[in-house]
């Protein structure tokens, strides 16, 4: 059975930095694509960033492109996401998510196990 488990959510304020971790189990990871998507209070699930396993191409939103970093760790089976120069419109639930191996993988029925989701809090 796949489970994915994210940890590193927190409150920070503007301009800080968190990193976020998914560890993963079920499957052999290096077949599959991993991604972070975000829910703010009242919004839709969308898009974060990406990473292809076998090939380690990375994919990032406009919104995060620069500021974020999606990186993976073989031996461990888990997914980080650096965040830096947070905002407060960076605050939501961050998901993550595996599908199958693809490049961007930006939509929701492109994966098919979710984690239980971090809260991240930007104060300004």
């Known amino acids: 059975q796949v489970q994915l488990v994210e940890s590193g959510g927190g409150l920070v304020q503007a301009g800080g930095s968190l990193r976020l971790s998914c560890a993963a189990s079920?499957?052999?990871?290096?077949?599959?694509?991993m991604g972070w998507f975000r829910q703010a209070p009242g919004k839709e699930r969308e898009f974060v960033s990406s990473?292809?396993?076998?090939?380690?191409?990375?994919y990032y939103a406009d919104s995060v492109k620069g500021r974020f970093t999606i990186s993976r760790d073989n031996a461990k089976n888990t997914v980080y996401l650096q965040m830096n120069s947070l905002k407060p419109e960076d605050t939501a639930v961050y998901y993550c998510?595996?599908?199958?191996?693809?490049?961007?993988?930006?939509?929701?029925?492109?994966?098919?196990?979710w984690g239980q989701g971090t809260q991240v809090t930007v104060s300004s």
């Open positions: 990473i292809r396993w076998g090939t380690s191409s990375t």
């Open positions: 079920g499957r052999t990871f290096s077949s599959y694509t």
């Open positions: 998510a595996t599908g199958k191996e693809t490049d961007w993988a930006t939509e929701i029925w492109e994966y098919d196990y």
